[in-house]
């Protein structure tokens, strides 16, 4: 695996670099954006922190990070996977159509914004800590799924969350009782066929980044769908 000291590099240059060099080791990435966009079947490990739009439209590869990523993680993600060592900025995983991203700890606002899935492709976020506002935003596919670790007493996740939601599944490993979900959507407390659909990928989660898998997975969870596939109407048309 070839070596790439990104610290004096330019993101286009850096991204040159990447598509001659195949799989590599990316040392002292400092907010360098795109890298890896629309990456194939290869595999690379960032050691810093990478710029706003880590694996946009990922076609396949996989990324590790081993430190925090900024903003848009796996922006229009097609397939793959990205495993981050730490938190996530802000809009991480928008339209996000297939594909896996594992997140160690905290993500920021509007996680999962127009997710979505298409015929085989199902996508996949798991968040290890807690999520900003605004999470599952107009979600019309795929899974999230949010374990509440080390949160500190704060909530599992900020204001607003699933708004617009109009397909697609919500996982908070809480019983969310403090949280105030809009009208559109459903909030119940999972039940073992529920739990049974997301146990794979915390396990997952616990094999990447440590943890008791059986322990998360007699949690109390909540599970989060929408009632109305049209949930535009009920928010804006007047009857």
Known sequence: MKTIDAKSLEFSELNAIIREAGDCDITGCLGQ????????????????????????????????????????VGDTMNAGRIVVHGSIG???????RGGE???????????????????????????GGR????????????????LGLNT???????????????????????DCADIAFPK?????AATPEDLGEIEKYVAEYCSLFGGDLKSLM????????????????????QN
């Open 90 to 96: 802000d809009a991480a995983g928008y339209a996000m």
């Open 218 to 237: 007699s949690s109390a969870f909540t599970v989060v769908t929408p009632d109305s596939k049209n949930p535009y109407k009920q928010m804006y048309v």
């Open 131 to 146: 999520t900003g506002s605004f999470l599952g935003e107009y979600q019309a596919g795929g899974l999230i799924i949010v």
């Open 101 to 127: 991203i594992f997140v160690k700890t905290d993500a920021g606002y509007r996680a999962g914004i127009h997710m979505k899935a298409y015929k085989e492709k199902i996508p996949v976020m798991v968040i």
């Open 184 to 188: 559109q959507v459903t909030a119940r």
């Open 33 to 72: 954006r795109f890298i890896a966009a629309g990456m194939g079947y290869r595999h690379i490990n960032i050691h810093g922190t990478p710029g706003n739009a880590l694996g946009a439209y990922l076609n396949g590869g996989s990324i590790e990070v081993f430190g925090n990523a900024q903003d848009a």
């Open 152 to 174: 500190d007493g704060k909530p599992i996740v900020g204001n607003f969350p699933c708004t617009g939601m109009h397909g697609g599944k919500l996982f908070l490993r809480s």
